[in-house]
């Protein structure tokens, strides 16, 4: 047995670790947190000094008996998890969990997964840091009383199973605050000039655009006259030296919105992928609040740059954090060795990588130098100026390896070409310059942009809300919660005026443009509007701003040893708890309703709210008694919102379903579902092209959806007698066989599946899913299943461990699990998820009245 155990959060990092380490070291992974509060309502005593109550889950159960038997046989425990205020609770949760004594206990943190750092944290290790536990528990607790008070009161006031949380009730009302901003915004019109010159000698052209803007068509039509016959002379010329610096290093959050720009991940994805390289030793820990670069790093990146580019290109930088909680002591994002350029391997890490060392070694780089004229044009006719702009590069610098992105709210986005011209031809002052054409193009104003993960991410952290730990799992939560959505949406046609002068002639003319049209970019939901509504009207301090970037600056301050932390809790607890009776009480049931006028055909009242199954639209009240007249009712479709469904849009959603003839012996009607609208043929439902209005659907373009599905529904083959279909889902290409859906790899030519081809993977499905099972017992949903890892129980969805064979003391051999009995099989099960069996019980947690609700608190 080695002397020392080291534990960390991951297997993958254990791995990584133990490479590192002699014989005397054995590296075990607690796979994260190895407890948490009980599930209860009475996890926390409010009246005790906040003292919680914690517990294993089922599901690590067997990894703390291992860690507990191998601490009692090691010399000394190492506590390696992460060096952040969650790593240091998990060090502590271990310490106690695992009954450890202090004199053969040390914690050791590093930011970065390499001999050296490992050897060097061994060298200096302390005790557990109690000031960034407290600090942590003090976000668990208050969090989790936010979400136990509130939650009942949604239920009762809003809608059942509904959920609240401090810092995602926050993100909800930015998203809710930036959608009525883009709903209430009115569009203006002005039109911009711009103008084409050349010059006699070289001809050479180049662009310049007036800075004012014309309010109507007749200003801009009146200006274009005047320039008929005008002369263009210019007035002067002004050159200047200008320079570029490069960002500074990664932080959590910039990391997070690069690569939502650059690479198109969300955020979830981007911890994901980062969280594997640290893990693999390539870069360093991932989050951070810091752009801080050791010595160490800026001498690796210096090396690197004068290596790799030249001495010109290096200059050292010192980046200093603005954020007031940054802990300087920590390393920005960067890769582990600078000299590692690119990455093998995943190419989601790969391009993660790439992003991460190009923007590492940028910031280390000579600015960009440049040279830009300004050339000022007169008009004879007019006292109007143009300005003509050009830039030249005169030293790429940093640029020859990164280029840092903006967000979209940043960006003009122009639909004229661009009017920076990259060089301008040699002019002089006073010369006299020729004009090619002119155009006046009517340009729209543009509402504020919807947020995207990334520009999310950003607002969260100018306003102080959240820590890097604390984005990713916010931006789920709220999509996940079904009050936040991420989608694209199309936009609309819009017409615009051009006038354009050329060769003495003036010509107007009319286009189109696309407007509206976004793309992964964030709504709220109607229950989302409605939810963040009620929690605005009565618990304002929840979803202010200040306030919950006050109760950040708290938990640093708890941090550093600077506040007590359940001093902190209660004087946040109190008056919130106050607040919760109160709102039970008197406040009044929230549903969003909404009148919207009234039905022409039969003169009764329209209107619209949230019920238990979303958001629907009703016409006529609530029948009094069963002789009286019932309401009708339709669901609201895709993109449409209690808000700002106008009346029109309301009555045509009761035109649909609608019957249209029939064609070969079935019915064709078209509806509206849950997935959006489609075509019923018979008993098949085939929805709709993208974009397609159903009230638009004829017979004739019934017909022609219908053939396309039967030709893409035909088989490609068959395979015993039974046809092969083919199709795209969610995992990428299949083939579908006697109701088996199996997977096309890579390596096949999709589009041509020849028959050898898909008897191939026929035969490998059929023998894989022989297999799969060693024995069944479908009525009580238990299966002993081969895994990738060896056999193991699958239980409803959970996968639980066989464990060893009580009466050998050894694994089950593959002749005892296909005769064990299914009392047996129980047993192992129970020994695992201890209530797995017992009687449905209806649990029930206690509201701040007294009474008792059904407790669907999700977590």
């Known amino acids: 047995m080695a002397k020392n155990l080291l534990i960390v959060e991951s297997p993958a990092k254990a791995k990584t670790i133990e490479g590192y380490l002699g014989k005397d070291f054995l590296v075990k992974s607690s796979y994260g947190h190895i407890r948490d509060l009980i599930k209860t309502d009475d996890a926390i005593d409010v009246s005790n000094n906040f003292e919680q109550r914690y517990e294993v889950p089922a599901d690590k159960r067997a990894v703390v008996n291992e860690l507990k038997k191998l601490s009692k046989d090691a010399e000394m425990v190492w506590l390696a998890s992460d060096e952040d205020r969650e790593g240091e609770a998990i060090s502590w949760h271990l310490f106690e969990t695992l009954g450890l004594k202090e004199d053969k206990t040390r914690r050791i943190v590093f930011h970065e997964i390499t001999k050296t750092a490992i050897l060097k944290a061994i060298e200096n290790p302390r005790k557990i840091d109690y000031n960034l536990v407290y600090a942590q528990q003090a976000r668990r607790v208050l969090d989790r009383l936010v979400g136990f008070e509130l939650s009942p009161v949604l239920w009762k006031k809003v809608k059942p199973s509904l959920s609240a949380g401090r810092v995602q009730s926050v993100a909800v009302r930015l998203i809710v605050d930036r959608e009525r901003e883009v709903n209430k915004f009115t569009p203006t019109a002005a039109f911009r000039v711009v103008a084409i010159f050349f010059t006699d000698n070289q001809r050479e052209i180049f662009r310049a655009e007036l800075p004012e803007r014309f309010e109507h068509a007749p200003q801009a039509e009146s200006f274009l006259k005047d320039c008929v016959n005008a002369i263009f002379t210019v007035n002067s010329l002004e050159t200047r030296p200008t320079k570029r610096s490069p960002a500074a290093p990664f932080t959590t959050s910039t990391l997070q919105q690069e690569a939502s720009r650059k690479l198109g991940f969300s955020v979830a994805r981007t911890m994901s992928v980062a969280q ?180 999310l991410v950003k607002k969260l952290e100018e306003l102080g809300i959240g820590r890097p730990s604390t984005y990713a799992p916010t931006i789920s939560t709220i999509q996940n919660r079904g009050y936040v959505v991420k989608e694209e949406r199309e936009g609309k046609k819009r017409d615009f005026r051009v006038i354009k002068l050329k060769d003495g002639n003036i010509i107007s003319d009319i286009k189109t443009e696309n407007t509206g049209a976004e793309k992964n970019k964030l709504f709220p939901t109607d229950i989302g509007a409605v939810v963040n509504d009620f929690l605005v009207e009565h618990f304002k301090g929840i979803v202010d701003f200040n306030f919950t970037a006050s109760v950040e600056k708290e938990f640093d301050e708890i941090a550093q040893g600077m506040k007590n932390w359940t001093e902190m809790l209660r004087s946040f607890y109190n008056p919130f708890h106050n607040e919760v009776e109160t709102t039970l009480q008197n406040a009044n049931r929230a549903s969003g309703e909404r009148e919207l006028g009234v039905d022409p055909e039969t003169g009764k009242k329209i209107s619209v709210r949230i019920g238990r199954f979303g958001p629907f639209v009703q016409i006529g009240e609530a029948a009094e008694n069963e002789d009286s007249e019932k309401p009708r009712y339709a669901s609201l479709r895709a993109g449409q919102m209690i808000e700002t469904i106008s009346l029109a849009e309301a009555l045509d959603l009761f035109k649909l379903p609608f019957q249209l003839e029939n064609y070969e012996g079935k019915e064709v009607s078209v509806g509206v579902g849950r997935f959006g609208p489609y075509i019923k043929w018979g008993e098949s439902f085939i929805s709709l092209p993208k974009g397609e209005d159903p009230l638009s659907v004829n017979i004739e373009r019934a017909i022609e959806i219908i053939n396309e599905k039967n030709i893409a529904d035909a088989p490609i083959a068959h395979y015993q007698g039974l046809g092969v279909t083919k199709g795209k889902g969610r995992f990428g290409p299949f083939i579908k066989w006697n109701n088996l859906y199996i997977n096309v790899p890579a390596r096949y030519n999709f589009d041509q599946l020849g028959q050898s081809e898909i008897e191939e993977l026929i035969s490998k499905k059929i023998e894989k899913e022989s297999n799969r099972f060693i024995q069944q017992w479908d009525s009580e949903k238990i299966a002993i299943e081969n895994g990738r890892w060896g056999p193991f129980i699958r239980f409803g969805k959970q996968m639980l461990k066989l464990g060893k064979n009580p009466a050998t003391n050894d694994k089950f051999t593959a002749d005892e699990l296909s005769i064990l009995p299914l009392e047996s099989v129980k047993k192992l099960i129970t020994e695992q998820v201890p209530d797995a069996f017992a009687p449905k019980v209806k649990k029930t947690v206690k509201k701040p009245a007294g009474k008792k609700v059904p407790a669907k608190v999700k977590k």
Do not use: C
């Open 276 to 455: 594997k390289l640290y893990e693999h030793g390539k870069i360093t820990y991932m989050r951070t609040d810091s752009v801080n670069l050791s010595d160490t790093a800026l001498n690796a990146a210096a090396a690197e740059i004068k290596s790799a580019f030249g001495e010109k290109y290096h200059q050292l930088r010192k980046y200093k954090t603005k954020s007031a909680g940054a802990q300087e002591a920590h390393e920005a994002i960067r890769p582990t060795y600078f000299e590692q350029h690119t990455i093998s391997g995943d190419p989601s890490e790969q391009r993660l990588y790439d992003l991460i060392w190009k923007r590492s070694i940028a910031s280390q780089m000579a600015e960009a130098a440049f040279e830009k004229t300004t050339a000022k044009i007169d008009i004879s006719t007019r006292s109007e100026v143009f300005v003509a702009n050009g830039e030249v590069m005169k030293f790429d610098g940093f640029l020859k390896v990164y280029i840092e992105s903006t967000d979209e709210e940043e960006q003009e986005i122009n639909l004229d070409e661009d009017n920076e011209n990259s060089i301008l031809p040699p002019l002089t002052k006073g010369q006299k310059l020729n004009l090619r054409e002119m155009n006046a193009t009517e340009r729209y104003s543009r509402p504020p942009a919807r947020y995207t993960e990334a520009s």
